[in-house]
């Protein structure tokens, strides 16, 4: 069974910065796209980033320019680096092993909680 280990998050004030890693276990992530989620105080959860095998990269239209997903497979660890960090990025997130379709393939991890607050 593949799993998720979130870590990297915290305490932030606006304009901060973090850098989330997801260990992943249970499968080689070099041959799937991989994707970050946040769920927020609204409960839902939301697509932030994903990396697809060849590297190619997509972001949700609030993160995109602040946040950076990158992914070390000899390590099979995915990254994401947030800048600018602003109190609607509060949120649990999440990291997904993803078919080539972007279905999301497995239970959800624990997930890291980041707090944006002054």
């Known amino acids: 069974q593949v799993q998720f280990v979130e870590s990297g998050g915290g305490l932030v004030q606006p304009g901060g910065s973090l850098t989330l890693s997801c260990v992943v276990s249970?499968?080689?992530?070099?041959?799937?796209?991989m994707a970050w989620y946040r769920q927020g105080l609204d409960n839902k959860r939301n697509f932030v980033a994903q990396i697809n095998i060849f590297a190619a990269t997509k972001y949700g239209e609030s993160v995109k320019g602040r946040f950076t997903i990158s992914r070390d497979n000899a390590k099979n660890e995915v990254y994401l680096e947030m800048r600018d960090l602003k109190p609607d990025d509060t949120a649990v997130y999440y990291c997904?092993?993803?078919?080539?379709?972007?279905?999301?393939?497995?239970?959800w991890g624990q997930g890291t909680l980041v707090t944006v607050s002054s």
């Open positions: 997904m092993r993803q078919a080539i379709d972007g279905t999301n393939l497995d239970p």
């Open positions: 249970g499968s080689d992530v070099s041959r799937y796209a």
